[in-house]
């Protein structure tokens, strides 16, 4: 069965920078339309970017321009690139399929914070 598995959060101060990692084993990603999500605390989980099989990107408003969705096929990886990080960034990151179909996995904590 298809595990994701995420890295590469911590605690980081307003206008800092994160690169967050999703490695898949148990399925080649490389044909799939791949996404990032999080959750904040108390809210819902929401698409951040996706990211298509011949790497078209698409971004939600509060992504565009300052995060930045990619993939190493030969990895089996997608990684989000996070710049000039604010406060309201703080969440829990996910990967997963653009529909969301995959199991979820255990996210990566991402808090901006002076």
């Known amino acids: 069965q298809a595990q994701l598995v995420e890295s590469g959060g911590g605690l980081v101060q307003p206008g800092g920078s994160l690169r967050l990692s999703c490695v898949a084993s148990?399925?080649?990603?490389?044909?799939?339309?791949m996404a990032w999500y999080r959750q904040a605390p108390g809210k819902e989980r929401v698409l951040v970017a996706s990211?298509?099989?011949?790497?078209?990107?698409e971004y939600t408003e509060f992504a565009n321009s300052r995060f930045t969705i990619s993939r190493d096929n030969a990895k089996n990886t997608v990684y989000l690139q996070m710049n000039n990080l604010k406060p309201e960034d703080t969440a829990v990151y996910y990967c997963?399929?653009?529909?969301?179909?995959?199991?979820w996995g255990q996210g990566t904590q991402v808090t901006v914070s002076s």
């Open positions: 148990g399925l080649i990603l490389s044909p799939y339309i």
């Open positions: 990211i298509s099989s011949d790497s078209r990107t």
């Open positions: 997963n399929l653009n529909d969301g179909s995959l199991n």
